[in-house]
């Protein structure tokens, strides 16, 4: 099993979503909790969050990550909704910076 890198949606194969590669970083997502991201270079998307890729929505990239996050976990305190969302622009705008070539189908 699989999972997007972006909104965690599973996937029965990799073949069944899209691979960008991007360059390796490790980022401290969040200060309070603490919370640091690591990425080995390959981010695997559902075709919704392809979608959303391949048409440059950043934003709308980030708001459909939180929006599952805060639904699999039940999130309903608004500053965890907000850390989540703040989490998500840090960890999406190092995937965009390092972002190398087009996506593998």
């Known amino acids: 099993m699989y ?27 969040h200060d309070d909790p603490p919370l640091v991201c690591v990425s ?5 998307a559902c075709n919704s969050c392809a979608a959303l890729i391949e048409a440059q929505d950043a934003a709308g990239l980030v ?9 699999h976990f039940n999130i309903t305190d608004e500053y965890m909704v907000d850390a989540i969302r703040s989490m998500m622009n840090k960890l999406h705008a190092e995937f965009w910076k390092g972002k190398r070539e087009e996506a593998i189908t």
């Open 3 to 29: 999972f997007c890198d972006f909104c965690t949606a599973p996937m029965e194969k990799m073949t069944d979503g899209w691979t960008y590669k991007a360059e390796p970083f490790i980022l401290q997502a």
């Open 40 to 44: 080995d270079a390959g981010w695997l």
């Open 63 to 71: 708001e459909k990550s939180v929006k599952k996050e805060v639904e």
